[in-house]
């Protein structure tokens, strides 16, 4: 017994008690947005990132915002169409991956649910965006929570590999002539994330299953992990080639994004070149994997002026207001167009009627 969806989407019956479960336990992001931990979680890493960068020698505040100012506007908004761009290869990319399940979405809704999931993983931690992203598609359309949060976790798999893999390729080429110990670090580890996915993958599609039947709440259990299973190996191999050329300019797109920054501060003697600026904005990308504060606030900032003092010599002012400005397009433009997005869409608007009627029926 079937029951079908929109866009004619079949769902098997069974998953219906599952997902009632889920429509019932929403996201609630308005009421998470009030948590005091979640205040917090923004407000303190920022707080002493400050405090610590502005107490090391060498550091102006008066000429860090005369710097940020100074950008030249043209290139400052080339840096917004670069990263800009990178959302609609993510929606193109998701709704490959949401084909290869069987559910068929539109470019625009994929993207308008994805940039709503940016907003919240920058202002929750713990990567809140991707399960509120699954949770949205699940109220919107008749498809499966688990089996949707699967090819949430795939692409995040590709991502990781495209970081590791781009900023190994973009490190040897930048310091070709000669590695720092520091160069040496960021790329050891994205040789270790490498061997880690291949190895979690092999080990996820061979044994996955029979760890979890052995398990004594196995029964409910094993369907939520065989949706789960479906939507991250559902993808054709014939398909991955695309998927990964996909992944490869959407992180292309982020790199051009910090080298027109850099271009729009117009620092003189500073000449990190396209594969330098790769190299530096993959490696803070890493750092946004730390699920420990909202899109990695303080903890990408901190990466990015780390990077470019220790290793390309850039001062501290200037390394600081490349990070502030890059951090300024990629965090602070999507909570106020993602908040846009996020009050005027029909999408949301159902969370929050659900979110309601769970709160009245509680009461």
Not at 316 to 326: R, S
Request: with cysteine.
């Amino acid at each position: 017994m079937t029951a079908e969806g929109p866009r004619g989407h079949v769902e098997p019956a069974h998953e219906a008690p599952i997902a009632e479960k889920a429509d019932r336990e929403p996201v609630a992001l308005a009421r998470r947005l009030r948590d005091p931990r979640t205040i917090v979680s923004i407000v303190l890493p920022l707080t002493i990132l400050v405090l610590v960068v502005g107490s090391l020698p060498g550091f102006h505040l008066g000429q860090l915002v005369d710097l940020v100012l100074g950008a030249q506007p043209l290139l400052v908004l080339a840096a917004f169409a670069a990263y800009y761009l990178g959302f609609p290869l993510r929606g193109y990319r998701w709704a490959l991956l949401l084909r290869s399940t069987g559910f068929h979405i539109g470019l625009r809704d994929s993207t308008e649910i994805i940039f709503i999931s940016w907003l919240v993983n920058c202002l929750v931690p713990a990567k809140l965006g991707d399960v509120y992203r699954a949770y949205l598609l699940r109220l919107n359309y008749a498809t499966s929570l688990s089996r949707t949060l699967g090819t949430v976790f795939i692409e995040r798999i590709f991502d990781l590999f495209a970081i590791a893999i781009l900023g190994l390729a973009a490190g040897f080429w930048s310091f070709r002539s000669g590695f720092l110990p520091a160069v040496q670090f960021v790329l050891g580890l994205g040789v270790v994330i490498v061997v880690v996915l291949v190895v979690g993958l092999f080990t996820l599609r061979n044994f996955g299953r029979r760890v979890i039947a052995r398990l004594p709440w196995r029964a409910w259990l094993l369907e939520l992990y065989d949706r789960f299973e479906e939507g991250v190996f559902a993808l054709p191999v014939r398909s991955v080639p695309r998927l990964a050329g996909i992944t490869a300019v959407v992180w292309m797109t982020e790199a051009m994004r910090l080298f027109l920054v850099i271009a729009a501060l117009g620092f003189s003697g500073l000449h990190l070149g396209l594969s330098g600026t790769m190299f530096v904005a993959l490696a803070a990308s890493l750092l946004t994997a730390v699920p420990l504060t909202p899109g990695g606030l303080g903890i990408v900032e901190a990466g990015i002026v780390g990077i470019l003092t220790a290793i390309y010599g850039v001062s501290l002012t200037e390394a600081t207001a490349i990070a502030l400005l890059d951090r300024a397009i990629s965090v602070l433009s999507v909570i106020v167009f993602g908040g846009i997005v996020y009050v005027i869409s029909p999408k949301t608007k159902r969370a929050t009627e659900r979110s309601m009627a769970s709160d009245a029926g509680a009461g």
